[in-house]
Nanobody, 124 residues
Framework: QVQLVESGGGSVQAGVSLRLSCAASEYLNGMNRLGWFRQAPGKEREGVAG????????YYADSVKGRFTISQDNAKNTIYLQMNSLKPEDTAMYYC?????????????????WGQGTQVTVSS
């Protein structure tokens, strides 16, 4: 059972940056895909960024493209989400996820492991 623990969230002003971290209890190399999702109150969970571990290919939601960057550090078993130029609409609970098998990076179903989430609040 892989455990994922997110950190790095907080309350910030619009325009600043945050870096979220997701520490895994096991080697991430065994996973096929890694992703960051977010969920705002009253909304469905949406994919923000994903990475396929074998190819290294990354994917982003249109709303964050050019502002957010997903990366992984295999030596530290950690996934990162660098978030720049934050906007109030980025306010949400952010979750990291890991999937053993292939599939679409932005579909929550199919990810095997989830973190507990870290809150990001951006004020204008």
């Amino acid at each position: 059972q892989v455990q994922l623990v997110e950190s790095g969230g907080g309350s910030v002003q619009a325009g600043v940056s945050l870096r979220l971290s997701c520490a895994a209890s096991e080697y991430l190399n065994g996973m096929n895909r890694l992703g960051w999702f977010r969920q705002a109150p009253g909304k469905e969970r949406e994919g923000v960024a994903g990475i396929y571990t074998r190819s290294g290919n990354t994917y982003y939601a249109d709303s964050v493209k050019g502002r957010f960057t997903i990366s992984q550090d295999n030596a530290k078993n950690t996934i990162y989400l660098q978030m720049n130029s934050l906007k109030p609409e980025d306010t949400a609970m952010y979750y990291c996820a890991a999937g053993v098998y292939g599939g679409m990076w932005n579909i929550p179903r199919g990810y095997n492991y989830w973190g507990q989430g870290t809150q990001v609040t951006v004020s204008s």
